[in-house]
């Protein structure tokens, strides 16, 4: 008895600890000096070992390898600035590629003290995300700069807080004060390929800034690796087996230095303190997958009865189903018949599943597809008084949406098509195929059911009717011989043989 409480007792710390992540909790810290990061960024590693991460640090030159017969040994990779040129075997371009399609998350932190390595620089790369070719460059600005750290090189950048890519999107980095600015110093920027809708900038840089290289001793600089908004200080991608990559372009804003640190504006203004620390924690809940998290439930499809018909004018009245009859997600529908679609959405936030609301600009979408869609439908959440009998109920960590159609008159192989894409939402595509089928020839109406057929039926009765008039006058009309003259000189029955 003592021992089954104890492990009662484990069981729930072990609840209590656990990450916040939905992907897990082990994380790697790859650092060249590790004793010294862990002082540096000594509050960023006590936020993460509260929320539950198993913190792992080791150095490149230890060779930490990611994975053991095929399978991940970690989680979540944080990946600091390193003065190597290489990091190793167990660092290669090709494994840490490996490792996001394998579902891994990871954080890179940049710095323009030092130059990038070559295997990060290739990876970079490979998701359309483009570094200066000058390795000292860093980003300027000579109107939104911090006064009291960078009066005269102007590169402590004082950015806004970042606002949604688009209305119907919701903001997961949303600070508390929006008037807080963000500190960014020596910041490496980065310029994202045109052609990508995975990468998305979280945080740009201003109008007025640039990027250049600091030792160039030239008063103007005549060719910029980019400038304004088309400079990203921090970048995410979000591949689409939902992995996560998010590069910062300045390690130094997670020090604690500047977690705590109080900036003067450019130009005038009162002294305030940064949103940097609170900024960091809600980036690392993104990349970590605690929030953006999506997931689907049951789905279920089904035929709707259709109303009662007068039983003479069908002529098989037993393949017309009922409210008993009705059969969950059947694989054969007919044309031109009702159907209901219903789906189960979730979003995970911080340590547990809730219902997920669509933004009131957005919409989820269902497709019924063959080739090109024959019907896009907006699905609604349910409405308890409206649901039907076999419709998914909403529970206390899933909505429910639905919607119902009439099945197109073309016959073939279709399919229920679910296609919900948004950014820093994990992408949600569900496709069920079925078969629409004909008319059995005994499911069609009978004639005299069809109004456009009276026509035909009332022609068809004409020809009939006087064609047995026409015998009857044939068969019975007495037969009468005429002279030259037209006068009657015998009548007599006509001879039918």
Not at 95 to 109: H, P, Q, R, S, W
Not at 471 to 481: G, K, N
Request: aromatic share 10%; net charge neutral; hydrophobic share 40%.
């Amino acid at each position: 008895m003592r021992s089954l409480v104890l492990g009662i007792l484990l069981l729930c710390l072990f609840g209590l600890v656990q990450s916040l992540s939905s992907s897990g909790s082990r994380l790697l810290v790859v650092t060249e000096d590790a004793a010294q990061d862990k002082l540096k960024y000594s509050k960023f590693w006590k936020d993460l070992e509260e929320r539950g991460y198993k913190l792992s640090f080791q150095s490149p030159k230890s060779d930490p390898y990611l994975f053991t017969h095929g399978q991940r040994n970690y989680d979540h990779l944080v990946l600091l600035p390193s003065k190597l040129k290489a990091l190793g075997p167990a660092l290669s371009a090709q494994i840490l590629l490996d490792f996001v399609k394998d579902e891994g998350n990871v954080l890179l932190a940049l710095s323009s003290n030092v130059p990038t390595p070559t295997p990060i620089t290739s990876v970079l790369l490979e998701l359309d995300i483009h570094l200066p070719a000058d390795r000292d460059a860093l980003v300027v600005d000579h109107f939104s700069y911090d006064r009291s750290s960078a009066d005269e090189k102007h590169d402590v950048l004082l950015v806004p807080p970042p606002r949604p890519l688009r209305n119907d999107v919701k903001n997961f980095l949303k600070l508390d004060d929006p008037s807080t600015p963000l500190a960014v110093p020596r910041a490496v920027g980065q310029t994202l390929g045109n052609a990508s809708p995975l990468l998305a900038s979280v945080l740009s840089a201003t109008d007025t800034a640039y990027s250049y290289n600091p030792k160039d001793e030239a008063d103007v600089v005549e060719d910029p690796f980019a400038v304004g908004s088309q400079l990203s200080l921090i970048t995410a991608m979000q591949g689409r087996n939902a992995a996560r990559f998010t590069v910062i372009g300045s390690a130094e804003m997670l020090e604690d230095t500047w977690f705590d640190a109080s900036v003067l504006p450019a130009g005038g203004g009162k002294k305030s303190k940064t949103g940097n620390q609170e900024f960091a924690k809600k980036l690392l809940e993104w990349t970590f997958k605690e929030v953006g998290v999506l997931k689907l439930g049951r789905v279920q499809h089904y035929e709707v009865p259709p109303p009662p018909r007068i039983a003479p004018f069908y002529f098989n009245e037993t393949k017309s189903p009922t409210v008993k009859d009705i059969q969950l997600n059947p694989k054969i529908y007919r044309i031109r018949n009702d159907a209901r679609f219903s789906v189960e959405l979730s979003e995970y936030v911080h340590d547990r599943w809730i219902p997920y609301r669509i933004p009131p600009n957005d919409a989820l979408q269902l497709e019924f597809t063959m080739l090109s869609p024959y019907q896009r439908l907006n699905l609604t959440p349910s409405d308890p008084t409206s649901r039907k009998k076999h419709d998914l109920s909403p529970s206390t960590d899933s909505a429910v949406y639905t919607t119902a159609f009439r099945l197109p008159d073309q016959h073939g192989i279709f399919s229920f098509h679910l296609n919900y894409k948004r950014p820093f939402l994990t992408p949600i595509i569900h496709k069920q195929h079925v078969t629409v089928r004909h008319f059995a020839h005994d499911e069609w109406p009978r004639s005299y059911a069809i109004s456009g057929a009276y026509v035909w039926i009332l022609g068809l009765a004409v020809t009939l009717v006087g064609w047995v008039w026409f015998v009857a006058i044939w068969l019975y009309s007495e037969e009468v011989e005429l002279d030259h003259a037209g006068r009657v000189i015998r009548r007599g029955v006509k001879k039918t043989q």
